[in-house]
């Protein structure tokens, strides 16, 4: 069941993010037709989302972070392998 995030939870979520992380430009967007999702950026640029789920009167935020092996940095050559 989708559960809309409220304008509240974003605020809460955005600055238990930017003190978990001590990163003040972490942003939570809005996504316009997913109201159980919003988007987590860093400097503007797409990093996530959190979806919320409430079951049993237990509300909980998942936070799904996708890295493309692309963007990842060569490693050293003592770790390579």
Do not use: H
Not at 2 to 13: A, V
Not at 15 to 38: C, G, H, M, W
């Amino acid at each position: 069941m989708e559960t809309p995030l409220t304008r509240s939870e974003i605020w809460r979520i955005e600055k238990y993010l930017r003190n978990l992380f001590r990163l003040d430009t972490i942003t939570i967007v809005e996504r316009p037709k997913q109201a159980d999702s919003v988007e987590v950026q860093v400097n503007g640029e797409f990093i996530g989302v959190i979806f919320k789920d409430e079951e049993d009167g237990e509300v909980s935020y998942a936070f799904n972070m996708a890295i493309l092996e692309m963007d990842l940095p060569e490693p050293p050559a003592s770790r390579a392998g």
